[in-house]
C-alpha cells in the first residue's frame, strides 16, 4: 500500500548537469575571492597590527644594543615591511574585486527563466477533457491542471495522488482511499471526498470519455471529508491504473466555466491562454496544496505540425525543448552537444502490423508465420535511427505482463521460405497481399517491408490511405490482408479477447488467461497471467510488432526536470527549469 506523496515523481526526467556545472563555476568564483580575502585584508584594523609590531620592535631595539645605525637599519626594515603589506593589501583588494565581478558574471550565467517554451507536435482541438477523445488533452492536462485521486509516474506505476494512501479489502472489491488535507483548486475552492464521489459518479452517469474503463463498478461515496470508498460488483486488476487516466480525474462541483476553453483544477499549473491549433500558455497556480510546485512560473506550449518547422524553432531558440523529434531530425543537435541535449524515453507505443486472421489468404498461419521470420526488425529500426527498440510480442516493456519475445519469431529468410513453400507460394509463384494503412506513417515502412517480404514468394501491394479511409475499410469492414498501426494506448491487451476487432483474432485460452488476469487478487498473479496469454498471441502471429517505439526528445543544454519516459500521453511539467546561458 503506498504511502508516500509526491505524485507524478518523475524518475526519468533530465537531470541538472549543466545547471550542477553552471553552480560549481559560481562556487569557484566565490571561494577563489574568498581565500584571497584570508591572505591579505584591507581592513584598517589589519594594517594598524602590523604598524604596531614594527613599533614595538623600534622600542625593542632603542633599550637594546644596537645604535642610530642599527636604529636606522631597522627603521628601514620596517618601512620595507610596511610597503610590502600596503602592496599586498592593494593586490588582494583587486582580487577581490575581481573575485566578486566574476562570481555577478556567473550569477548572470546562471539565470533561471521566468518562461519555458516547449515545442509539441499534436494539438488538442479544444480542452473538455471529459469529453473530448485525444492523447494531446491527457499530455497538457493531466497532472499539470488536473490531478486525480492516484496518478501515474514516468515508469507508468500508480502512486499517490490526491489520495496519499489506500486499502482494498480481502476479495479486491472495496477500494478505501486517504485523501490529502488542505488541498485547495486553482479557484480557491476546497478539495475533499465530495468533489471526489461527484466527479466519478458524474463520469459514470453521464457516460463522459473512458467512463467504460472502470469495469465492475458498483458505487463511490464520501466517507467523510478525508476519505472515500469505491465497490466493485467483481474484481478489476486494471481499477487503480485506470484511476489514473481520465476517470480518476477531480473536479471543483461548484465551479462553472466552459470546459471546452478553460478549466478549473488542483494541479501545480492553472490555464492561461489556450489559442485552438497554436499553442497553451500554462501559469503557476498560487492555490497549489502539494509538494510538486512549479519551478518555472510560465510554460508555453507550441504545436508544430511540420517537423522542419519545429526543429528550426529549437535552432533559432523560439522553443528551449521539442518533443517529440524524428532521430533523422535530430542529428544536428546530436553533434552540437555544447548547446542542446537529445535523448530517448520509453513508451507504450506499437507498431503493429496486424494480419487478417480471417483473411482469404492469410488465414493461413504459415503465410503469419513465414511474414514474422521474414522481417527483419533490426534493419527497419536501424533505419529510423536506431532509438526504438525490437519487441516481439502484444505487450510493451512499461505495461503489466510485458516479456521479451523476440526470440519465437527471429530473422530467418530461410525458414520463412520453407513456410510459404508449404503454403503454396515461391519466389516464383508469388502470394499476392494488400498492405493497406494510413498515411500518417509515410510510405518509407510499406516500401521497406515490400523489399523485405519479395524474396520469400510475397508481392505486397502497398496502398497509403487517408486516415478516413482507414478507419472505414480496415477498422470497420476489416476489408485487408495486411494493415499497420501504431497503437500507443497503454494497457491495451483487451484487444487481443476482442472478436469484434478490426485484427479477427479469436483464441479462447488467450481469453481465460486474460480474464483470470483480470480478476486476480495480486499485480505478480495478474502479471504472470498476461504474460502467459501475450506469448499465446505472440505464437499464434495473428500481427508482427515491428519496433516499440521510443520517444525522443532534444532540448538546449539548461533545461532541466523535463519527462522523458511517456512525455506524448503525459507530461508533468513542474519540476522543469532552464538556466539561461549568457547574453540571453
Known amino acids: 500500500m503506498p504511502t508516500n506523496q509526491g505524485a507524478y515523481g518523475e524518475n526519468n526526467a533530465t537531470d541538472a548537469t549543466d545547471n550542477k556545472t553552471t553552480g560549481t563555476n559560481e562556487n569557484e568564483a566565490i571561494n577563489v575571492a574568498g581565500g584571497s580575502a584570508k591572505a591579505a585584508s584591507t581592513d584598517e584594523t589589519l594594517n594598524a597590527h602590523v604598524k604596531g609590531v614594527s613599533g614595538g620592535k623600534a622600542g625593542h631595539g632603542s633599550g637594546g644594543n644596537g645604535g642610530k ?19 599586498v593589501a592593494l593586490i588582494a583588494a ?58 501515474r509516474d514516468s515508469e507508468n506505476k500508480v502512486v499517490p495522488g490526491l489520495a496519499k494512501s489506500w486499502e482494498k479489502n480481502a476479495d479486491g472489491t472495496s477500494y478505501t482511499f486517504h ?29 463522459y470519455h473512458d467512463s467504460e474503463a472502470l469495469m465492475n463498478f458498483k458505487s463511490v461515496t464520501a466517507v467523510d471529508a478525508d476519505t472515500v470508498r469505491l465497490d466493485l460488483s467483481a474484481p478489476y486488476a486494471n481499477l487503480l491504473w485506470e484511476l489514473a487516466c481520465r476517470p480518476g480525474l477531480v473536479f ?51 504545436y508544430f505540425g511540420d517537423d522542419n518547422a519545429a526543429v528550426n524553432a529549437l535552432k533559432s531558440g523560439d522553443v528551449e525543448v521539442l518533443a517529440p523529434v524524428t532521430e533523422n531530425l535530430a542529428e ?6 555544447e548547446h542542446y541535449r537529445v535523448a530517448a524515453g520509453d513508451d507504450t507505443d506499437k507498431y503493429v502490423l496486424a494480419m487478417n486472421s480471417k483473411g482469404a489468404k492469410t488465414s493461413d498461419v504459415r503465410v503469419r508465420q513465414a511474414i514474422r521470420y521474414a522481417i527483419d526488425h533490426k534493419q527497419l529500426i536501424a ?62 515502412l510499406g516500401d521497406q517491408l515490400r523489399s523485405q517480404l519479395k524474396p520469400i514468394g510475397i508481392d505486397l501491394k502497398v496502398n497509403v490511405v487517408e486516415f478516413s479511409t482507414w478507419l472505414q475499410d480496415v477498422l470497420k469492414n476489416k476489408d485487408y490482408d495486411l494493415s499497420l498501426v501504431d497503437h500507443n494506448e497503454s494497457h491495451d491487451f483487451s484487444q487481443w479477447v476482442n472478436d469484434q476487432y478490426y485484427y479477427n483474432y479469436s483464441n479462447q485460452k488467450v481469453k481465460d488467461y486474460y480474464n483470470q488476469a483480470m480478476a486476480a487478487s495480486s499485480d505478480s498473479g495478474c502479471d504472470a497471467l498476461l504474460a502467459r496469454a501475450a506469448r499465446l498471441v505472440s505464437q499464434d502471429a495473428p500481427a508482427d510488432w515491428l519496433f516499440n517505439y521510443r520517444i525522443t526528445t532534444a532540448m538546449e543544454k539548461g533545461v532541466s526536470g523535463f519527462p522523458l519516459n511517456l512525455n506524448q500521453t503525459l507530461l508533468p511539467l513542474y519540476n522543469v527549469r532552464y538556466m539561461t546561458p549568457a547574453g540571453r
Open 332 to 337: 544536428p543537435f546530436v553533434r552540437d552537444s
Open 383 to 444: 533505419s529510423r535511427g536506431g532509438a526504438d527498440k525490437a519487441l516481439g510480442g502484444p505487450i510493451s516493456s512499461l505495461d503489466p505482463g510485458y516479456e521479451d519475445l523476440t526470440g519465437l519469431y527471429p530473422h530467418n529468410v530461410g525458414k520463412a521460405k520453407e513456410l510459404m513453400k508449404e503454403a503454396g507460394f515461391t519466389p516464383d509463384r508469388p502470394l499476392e497481399l494488400r498492405l493497406t494503412y494510413a498515411n500518417t506513417y509515410g510510405t518509407e
Open 179 to 207: 485523501l490529502n488535507h488542505g488541498m485547495a483548486f486553482s479557484n480557491g475552492d476546497k478539495l475533499d471526498a465530495d468533489d471526489v464521489a461527484w466527479s466519478i459518479n458524474e463520469l459514470v452517469a453521464k457516460h
Open 69 to 87: 645605525t642599527g636604529n636606522s637599519k631597522k627603521k628601514g626594515w620596517i618601512w620595507v615591511i610596511v610597503a610590502a603589506v600596503v602592496v
Open 94 to 151: 583587486f582580487v577581490l574585486i575581481r573575485g566578486n565581478q566574476k562570481a555577478s558574471d556567473g550569477m548572470v550565467k546562471a539565470h533561471k527563466a521566468e518562461t519555458v517554451t516547449i515545442g509539441l507536435k499534436l494539438a488538442p482541438t479544444n480542452l473538455d477533457i471529459r469529453n473530448q477523445s485525444g492523447s494531446s488533452l491527457d499530455q497538457v492536462l493531466v497532472g499539470n491542471v488536473y490531478e486525480g485521486i492516484v496518478a
Open 252 to 302: 471543483d462541483r461548484d465551479a462553472h466555466y466552459d470546459m471546452k476553453t478553460q478549466a478549473v483544477g488542483s494541479g501545480p499549473y492553472t490555464l492561461a491562454k489556450f489559442v485552438p491549433n497554436d499553442s497553451i500558455t500554462l501559469k503557476a497556480n498560487p492555490h497549489y496544496w502539494g509538494a510538486n510546485k512549479a519551478k518555472t512560473p510560465t510554460v508555453v506550449l507550441r
